[in-house]
């Protein structure tokens, strides 16, 4: 089984930065793509980036592209995701997930274990 618990989100001001982590339990992390989604009121949960076992291959979304840096520590089992120039429509909960496959996907049916989420708010 794996656990994983997000941290960082809240309250921000458009143009302003956050950095949410992600740690990880249970599981051999270093061995797994890890991903981050978004969830806005009233939306489906979309893609926002992942990262490969070894943090050497990324993918992002269009809307986050240049903007957003995920990455990770495998000595410390956290995943990150570094928002900078926020957008008001940014604004949604964060969930961090693990796929056991290698592939970077951006499905949400593709990964196998998430978070509880944390809020990101973004005002204009």
């Known amino acids: 089984q794996v656990q994983l618990v997000e941290s960082g989100g809240g309250l921000v001001q458009a143009g302003g930065s956050l950095r949410l982590s992600c740690a990880a339990s249970?599981?051999?992390?270093?061995?797994?793509?890890m991903g981050w989604f978004r969830q806005a009121p009233g939306k489906e949960r979309e893609f926002v980036a992942a990262?490969?076992?070894?943090?050497?291959?990324?993918y992002y979304a269009d809307s986050v592209k240049g903007r957003f840096t995920i990455s990770r520590d495998n000595a410390k089992n956290t995943v990150y995701l570094q928002m900078n120039s926020l957008k008001p429509e940014d604004t949604a909960v964060y969930y961090c997930?693990?796929?056991?496959?290698?592939?970077?996907?951006?499905?949400?049916?593709?990964?196998?274990?998430w978070g509880q989420g944390t809020q990101v708010t973004v005002s204009s």
């Open positions: 997930t693990l796929r056991t496959g290698s592939r970077l996907l951006a499905q949400v049916g593709e990964y196998d274990y």
């Open positions: 990262i490969s076992w070894s943090g050497g291959n990324t």
């Open positions: 249970g599981r051999t992390f270093s061995r797994y793509t």
